[in-house]
């Protein structure tokens, strides 16, 4: 049966994996998801990479309180940088989907370039871009880091943003269409999976279930509270 990780909007629940050499991306980084928000698209603000906003590395990926891509990283220099994607995801609460991240820190004319895409609900994405290219007006690049990749969890500015949803797919590839550099698959937990149970991903990484607002179910029970 497929499976998906379910997040309950719980303080200290999270799935995460420690930081290994190829989420090292520097240069352009291609993010990819399956999976749903209970309500609000703003909660899908919690798949992020690279510690939290607060750390000084790394960066996030999330959706505006109005559903619209947004990209945040921090560059070599240390310093914040984003870019919001001009529309919305065309799916409501409860829907499954494919949802894409995609930044090219030089796009040959001088310039960084912000794309996002949406992949359709089969488990096979067909990515059609969602709104404008979105320019940043100068090339930059990704600081590189060692904290871990979390799910579900964003601690930032004293408070916590966590999750209500679900996330079956979760990937992360060097360059654009590049190598896969990280791949969170919920299939690689066994079912009612809960805090402390661990996976291994097809690309080396160790995923752990961490605090009691995060549980592995199947397919049938993927619109339940």
């Not at 607060?54 to 109005?66: I, Q, Y």
């Not at 949803?165 to 550099?181: N, W």
């Amino acid at each position: 049966m497929s499976r998906f990780v379910r997040f309950t909007e719980t303080s200290g629940s999270s799935v995460s994996t420690p930081n290994i050499a190829a989420m090292d991306i520097a240069g352009d980084i291609d993010i990819r998801i399956y999976g749903a928000q209970v309500a609000d698209p703003s909660l899908l603000t919690d798949y992020y990479w690279g510690g939290s906003r607060d750390s000084g590395v790394g960066g996030f990926m999330c959706l505006t309180e109005n559903g619209a891509p947004r990209l945040l990283w921090v560059d070599s220099g240390g310093t914040s940088r984003s870019l919001t994607g001009t529309a919305d995801i065309p799916y409501g609460p409860n829907q499954i989907q494919w949802l894409r991240w995609a930044l090219d820190v030089d796009n040959g004319g001088s310039d960084a370039e912000f794309k996002s895409y949406t992949g359709g609900q089969d488990t096979t994405p067909v990515w059609t871009q969602l709104g404008d290219t979105k320019l940043f007006g100068a090339t930059t690049d990704l600081g590189v880091h060692n904290d871990p990749v979390v799910l579900g969890n964003l601690t930032a500015a004293g408070s916590s943003e966590m999750l209500d949803g679900q996330v079956k797919q979760f990937l992360v590839y060097d360059g654009i269409d590049g190598t896969l550099a990280i791949h969170f698959n919920a299939d690689s937990f066994h079912l009612g999976a809960a805090t402390g149970d661990t996976a291994v991903s097809v690309t080396g990484e160790t995923w752990t279930i961490n605090g009691g607002g995060v549980t592995v179910r199947g397919h049938d029970d993927l619109l339940l509270p």
